[in-house]
């Protein structure tokens, strides 16, 4: 059984030390042939296998055949041509400030340019060496241009738009050479998270192919089911032996907590191949990839820009929307569907809206879990607790129980953090519910209104209506009122009719009164 490659991101070192290696070079071909272009684009979340993509770009551009020995592209007609490569990995690039990017970036293309024999030490800016070290280069061979991780230094600093300009200013500098150079760089592969078009990049080199969306790249990156099946069985077969179950459960409880991204419209998903390389690993299904990096910028954009976060599981988005992405306006949709924390679920070719989701249980859990813990005073232990509590209460039909420990909550948000609207409330509210399992829907739909918040469990339906600026008798009353129960009748299970009223003195839930059919 080959050991697995957790953590390996260098090609020739995975080849060397034998192993695994999901073969991607099928699709790899179609890229270095021609038969799409010359010059790609490829946003993909973090943590999903584009550094490793690279690598196995730099390795074949050199000629190195004996690394791809067994593997598709080797019994294929590949040419396997020796060409420069200039290879920039913007993830190792230091740039906590504009200047420092400035330096670093030269810093690689002067190392580069040594290792070619090549001196371009005098030029004084990144764009200069750049197209001196692309000439040079190209006298002899032809030149690949290979960026990794292309974004990495503006997203390290999205919460400091001034510093943030600045390396756009470089960066635009950068790639408007890059677009410049036209015949001497034969093959241009870029990598990042998000696309942000003031980059020069993306406007005016008309022969840039982006295949973000493209269903071409659907499963570049990623693991589908087939690959699952194929490299990793006998791993999950060591799982069901050790843990006495069956392999099929295996596979089912995988699918569930690490599958579900889609990159395209076509209904092609892919797991999350770092977090499904650590379950095999330690054999434990657990949050992996989302505690390699916080996404403390995405709930203070939530924060700052008031943002309703229990519509993010059924939002849409139109298609032009995901074109490109500004620094000067911060999307919060857009963002979240390029960083990984929504997935593409269907697209309407009529409306070219694209529905979007959380793409499993790993990445709801943890986001939603994060937001809670970000906006409160609570310990992650103190919210597990009060979890276990609610889950049991509602479970129960307990609401006296329920609200109690709901208090908790709401009386561990900073009041420089609570803000004057019941949507505010309403989103906590959403966000408890869903960590506790609870089946939940907000804004539902009848023929007379929406209501707030539908909760379903085993035994239960709890149809929830919320006032800030009146009691909870008016919020039972307005569900009465417009009967908002009615289309839930025939489910056969007790329904609770639940107003609640928040209070702005006490900044928590000031009284809540139910009625049961």
């Given at each position: ?6 953590g390996?991101?260098?090609?020739d ?6 192993l695994?290696?999901?073969d991607?070079?099928?699709q ?13 684009f490829?946003?993909?979340?973090r ?5 490793l ?12 055949k004996?690394l791809?020995?067994?593997l ?6 590949y040419?396997?041509?020796p060409?420069?490569?200039?290879h ?8 906590r400030s ?5 330096h670093?970036l ?7 340019a040594?290792?070619?024999?090549i001196n ?5 800016s990144?764009?200069?060496?750049l ?5 040079q280069?190209?006298q ?5 241009l ?5 974004d990495?230094?503006?997203?390290q600093?999205v ?9 756009q ?8 050479t ?8 034969s093959?241009?592969?870029m990598t ?5 078009s003031?980059?020069?990049?993306f ?5 840039l192919?982006?295949?973000t969306?493209?269903?071409d790249?659907?499963?570049l ?13 006998q ?13 099929a459960?295996v ?5 569930h ?10 209904p092609?998903?892919?797991y ?10 330690t054999?434990?299904l657990?949050?992996?990839w989302?505690?390699t990096?916080?996404p ?12 309703s976060?229990?519509?993010?599981d059924?939002?849409e988005?139109h ?7 500004e620094?000067d ?7 979240l ?13 009529e409306?070219q809206?694209?529905?979007l ?14 937001f809670?813990?970000?906006?409160t005073?609570?310990?992650t ?11 049991k ?8 129980q329920f609200?109690t420990?709901?208090?908790?909550f709401?009386?561990s948000?900073?009041?420089?953090m609570q ?31 929406r ?6 469990t ?8 919320f ?20 289309r839930f009748?025939?489910e ?12 702005m ?11 049961g059919?």
């Amino acid at each position: 059984m080959q050991r697995l490659p957790v953590g390996i991101q260098s090609f020739d070192m995975l080849r060397a030390k034998n192993l695994v290696y999901v073969d991607k070079t099928e699709q790899i071909y179609d890229l270095v042939t021609g038969k799409r272009g010359y010059y790609f684009f490829l946003s993909r979340p973090r943590r999903f296998g584009k550094s490793l993509l690279v690598s196995t770009l730099k390795e074949l551009f050199l000629g190195n055949k004996h690394l791809f020995e067994s593997l598709w592209i080797s019994n294929s007609d590949y040419g396997w041509e020796p060409h420069h490569v200039i290879h920039l990995d913007f993830s190792t690039i230091e740039s906590r400030s504009a200047d420092e990017f400035r330096h670093n970036l030269a810093f690689e293309l002067d190392s580069i340019a040594q290792a070619n024999n090549i001196n371009i030490n005098a030029l004084s800016s990144p764009s200069l060496k750049l197209k001196e070290l692309a000439t040079q280069l190209a006298q002899s061979k032809n030149v690949v241009l290979l960026i990794d991780e292309y974004d990495r230094p503006l997203l390290q600093h999205v919460d400091d738009f001034v510093v943030m300009r600045e390396i756009q200013k470089i960066m635009s500098d950068f790639y408007a050479t890059v677009k410049a150079m036209g015949g001497k760089i034969s093959f241009l592969f870029m990598t990042g998270i998000t696309k942000f078009s003031k980059t020069s990049i993306f406007s005016g080199m008309n022969n840039l192919i982006d295949l973000t969306l493209s269903p071409d790249a659907a499963s570049l990156l990623g693991y589908t089911d087939a690959e699952i099946d194929h490299y990793f069985q006998q791993h999950m077969q060591v799982i069901a032996q050790e843990q006495g179950i069956d392999i099929a459960n295996v596979k089912r409880a995988v699918r569930h907590w690490y599958n579900g991204y889609q990159f395209s419209k076509v209904p092609q998903t892919v797991y999350n191949p770092f977090s499904v390389l650590m379950y095999l690993l330690t054999k434990d299904l657990r949050n992996y990839w989302f505690e390699t990096g916080t996404p403390s910028f995405l709930v203070n954009l939530i924060r700052a820009k008031q943002y309703s976060i229990e519509g993010l599981d059924h939002a849409e988005i139109h298609a032009d929307s995901l074109a490109s992405f500004e620094i000067d306006t911060m999307r919060l949709i857009p963002l979240l569907l390029q960083t990984g924390y929504l997935t593409i679920k269907g697209y309407n070719a009529e409306t070219q809206n694209y529905q979007l989701g959380y793409p499993n249980e790993e990445t709801k859990a943890s986001f939603l879990l994060y937001f809670i813990e970000m906006i409160t005073t609570a310990e992650t232990a103190q919210l597990s607790n009060a979890v276990s509590r609610l889950t049991k209460a509602l479970k129960e039909g307990n609401l006296e129980q329920f609200f109690t420990t709901l208090k908790i909550f709401f009386a561990s948000v900073p009041y420089t953090m609570q803000l004057p609207q019941e949507k505010y409330y309403q989103s906590i509210f959403y966000v408890i519910l869903n960590l506790i399992g609870a089946y939940v829907h907000s804004e539902v739909a009848t023929n007379d209104g929406r209501i707030d918040c539908m909760v379903e469990t085993d035994k239960h339906i709890y149809i929830f209506e919320f006032k800030l600026y009146d009691d909870e008798h008016a919020a039972l009353a307005q569900i009465e009122q417009k009967k908002y129960y009615q289309r839930f009748l025939h489910e056969g299970k007790t329904i609770q009719l639940v107003g609640v009223a928040f209070d702005m003195k006490q900044r928590n839930i000031g009284g809540w009164i139910s009625r049961g059919l």
